[in-house]
């Protein structure tokens, strides 16, 4: 078997435990009295959050390639929506090489170098994330349990970058650790991935460059700041009493560990994972759970059918069936 597909099952079996555990004990009635209660007037402005975040995602992403290539956002917004819409309805994150894929494809970039970029996105995201879930804990007691999911992710994404630095400024160090962690794999494979480790220092040279290390990092607030805006609109949808900082507060607390959670491997379009997390998140500052899993259904609905509604779009103008991009990705993957 191999590790797509294995990878595939286990994103399927936590699927299947998180949602089991977001409906365990749930009264449904009162999630679909809370469904039909809601105030879907929300969601417009929601929507419209969501969208500017992932435009101002291209626009970081055009930063993050200018060492390489000057690529405009307008070219590059397509190709992000593809990736993401990939990721909601094809198994394994394909969507990451999907979109690395048509990068280096549209703009005769090599596709190690492609995914670099994609890899310093995520780990822009991921600190971002960590620095506002701190600011959160300023105004917010954080439970144990959301302490515990910030020191891991802490973990993962300073080791991310530690090694993107190491790979920038000493990349024969990095090289040989690389060759060490994959001394155990046939030689041939440990071959290819010191090369594709090589390729990602041309993808990661923004982060070099004084100049652009502001602007991702602001360009990665303003990303934030927008979806958290969606998540603060939808809270106005339902029966969920807090003063307007707490609101602000929650919001927050609920964007980031909804993201840091659908880290773990799921199903396509992160189903259960996410409601599991953003229920959880929701129900610390007093929401019912049937209420806060009602705000969790509501929320990845919105934002999974404005992406995968545009992928398709893009996909169709593309001239590119959705199991084709796949392949492709899987291949290059």
Request: aromatic fraction near 12%; charge should be positive; glycine fraction near 6%.
């Amino acid at each position: 078997m191999d590790r797509r597909r294995i990878t595939g099952l286990l994103g399927l079996l936590l699927t299947l435990i998180f949602g089991s555990l977001a409906l365990y004990r749930l009264d449904l009635r009162e999630v679909g009295s809370a469904l039909l209660e809601a105030d879907y007037l929300f969601v417009a402005p929601a929507l419209l959050a969501t969208f500017c975040g992932y435009l101002l995602r291209a626009a970081r992403w055009r930063v993050i390639l200018l060492p390489s290539k000057e690529v405009s956002a307008g070219r590059l917004f397509p190709l992000l929506i593809i990736g993401f819409a990939v990721n909601n309805l094809l198994p394994a994150r394909i969507g990451e090489f999907a979109r690395a894929y048509l990068l280096g494809e549209k703009e005769g970039i090599s596709k190690s170098l492609s995914f670099a970029t994609v890899v310093v996105e995520r780990v822009l995201d991921g600190l971002t994330l960590i620095l506002i879930l701190l600011l959160v804990s300023t105004r917010f007691p954080l439970p144990r349990w959301g302490w515990e999911m910030e020191i891991l992710a802490l973990f993962f994404f300073l080791g991310a970058l530690a090694f993107l630095f190491l790979l920038l400024y000493r990349k024969p160090q990095a090289l040989r650790i690389t060759r060490l962690l994959t001394g155990p794999l046939f030689s041939s494979l440990s071959d290819r991935v010191a090369q594709a480790a090589s390729s990602f220092v041309s993808g990661a040279e923004a982060l070099r460059h004084r100049r652009s290390v502001p602007s991702l990092a602001f360009l990665s607030l303003l990303v934030w700041s927008c979806e958290a805006t969606s998540y603060l609109f939808l809270t106005w949808a339902f029966p969920i009493y807090l003063s307007p900082l707490t609101r602000v507060v929650a919001a927050l607390f609920v964007m980031v560990v909804a993201n840091l959670g659908i880290l773990i491997p799921s199903s396509p379009g992160y189903i259960g994972t996410f409601h599991f997390f953003a229920m959880s998140a929701l129900v610390v500052f007093g929401a019912a759970r049937e209420t806060a899993l009602s705000y969790a259904v509501v929320s990845h609905a919105m934002q999974y059918l404005l992406v995968t509604g545009l992928g398709l779009l893009f996909l169709w103008r593309e001239n590119l069936s959705l199991l084709r991009m796949g392949a492709k990705a899987t291949l290059e993957g």
